[in-house]
Nanobody, 123 residues
Framework: VQLQASGGGLVQAGGYLRLSCAVS????????MGWFRQALGKEREFVAA????????LYADSVKGRFTISRDNAKNTVYLQMNSLKPEDTAVYYC?????????????????WGQGTLVTVSS
């Protein structure tokens, strides 16, 4: 199982980035997908998650209204559109897959993880 995250980079505050996560799972549509992030010296934290069908989403309060999670089950890919970026969004962003019908925020419940992509927001 491979989760390949991409799309990170350096952007100025107020800018935008779109992260992608390509997943090699044959039954991709059976997994809830999530994005998490970890800033230097901090614990990993929940960012957003999306249900198997894409009909339900959940966001951390810190990104609500700025970030949008989506998925394309035909392409086995989950996305994170990040707008109005702030320096405090700087972190390594990870995608993860959860074999569950629930949309959950606890990283310990996710079964598979990608390698992460670095997002740096300059002020």
């Amino acid at each position: 199982v491979q989760l390949q995250a991409s799309g990170g980079g350096l952007v100025q505050a107020g800018g935008y980035l779109r992260l992608s996560c390509a997943v090699s799972l044959r039954t991709f549509s059976a997994y809830t997908m999530g994005w998490f992030r970890q800033a230097l010296g901090k614990e990993r934290e929940f960012v957003a998650a999306i249900s198997r069908s894409g009909g339900s989403t959940l966001y951390a309060d810190s990104v609500k209204g700025r970030f949008t999670i989506s998925r394309d089950n035909a392409k086995n890919t989950v996305y994170l559109q990040m707008n109005s970026l702030k320096p405090e969004d700087t972190a390594v962003y990870y995608c993860a897959a959860d074999l569950s019908t629930l949309v959950r925020t606890d990283s310990r419940l996710y079964n598979y993880w990608g390698q992460g992509t670095l997002v740096t927001v300059s002020s």
